[in-house]
């Protein structure tokens, strides 16, 4: 069975970062990786027409 490139990605990052990542906490980790990487995957679906501007100044 191959390894998941999720898993692959944790360990890459964990790394990098010189972060220790016990066990137990991969479920948690997998589990944000995978709903971030499905949000950004629905951000960059949706198309914008080449006019599209930034705005200058967000207020709320």
Do not use: G, H, Q
């Not at 971030?36 to 200058?56: G, H, I, N, Q, Y």
């Amino acid at each position: 069975m191959a390894a998941d490139p999720l898993d692959d990605y944790i360990d890459a990052l964990a790394n990098a970062l010189a972060l220790p990542v016990e066990d137990a906490w991969r479920p948690a980790i997998r589990a944000n990786l995978d709903v971030s990487l499905k949000l950004a995957r629905m951000v960059d679906a949706f198309a914008l027409p080449d006019e599209t501007e930034p705005a200058p100044i967000f207020s709320a």
